[in-house]
């Protein structure tokens, strides 16, 4: 579960810059805090978390826009992006991740798998875009797809701001 060749360049980079990451979560549903928790030094670049499995906690603890929330599920790529910037603040972080999706078929997702993630970095949105996980995985494995396809986006984010 733990990817330490994508988490300790991550780590790597964000001591060196001395930047920090948040991470807002609902698909993975904790995962990617709990794998950067893991990560030797992890209290000197990350600075937490937040899960929100539902409609009204996205609103009321990442203050995603209710209307647009309602309309879509809580699953979009704006609903990300609001995530991803919102988590940034709340935890007074560099960086900030949000991502929110379905990892199993449900109605509500037009019995779809796929999740959308946005990565913030101050103001501006480094990554956007919808994932989509092979629909014969279990719940559990299409969330450690998400979770390693976020870590991967975010190492490539790291990598083109210093480039």
């Known amino acids: ?15 060196q810059e001395q930047e920090t990451l948040a991470v807002a979560e609902s698909v993975t549903s904790g995962l990617l805090q709990f794998m950067f928790s893991q990560v030797d030094e992890a209290s000197r670049f990350y600075e937490g978390g937040i899960t929100v499995y539902n409609l009204q906690q996205k609103i009321r603890q990442l203050a995603v826009d209710p209307v647009h929330a309602r309309q879509t599920n809580c699953v979009s790529e704006k609903v990300a992006e609001q995530m991803a910037k919102h988590v940034a603040r709340l935890f007074g972080s560099n960086w900030g991740i949000g991502i929110t999706g379905y990892a199993s078929p449900v109605p509500e997702g037009n019995n779809k798998v796929y999740a959308y993630l946005a990565i913030a970095h101050g103001k501006e949105i480094c990554y956007k875009g919808r994932l989509e996980a092979p629909e014969e995985n279990a ?11 976020a870590l991967t986006k975010l190492l490539m984010c790291l990598e083109q701001v210093v480039s």
């Open 1 to 15: 579960m733990i990817n330490a060749n994508l988490l300790n360049p991550i780590r790597d980079h964000l001591i």
């Open 139 to 149: 719940m559990a494995a299409n969330q450690n797809y998400y979770a390693k396809s």
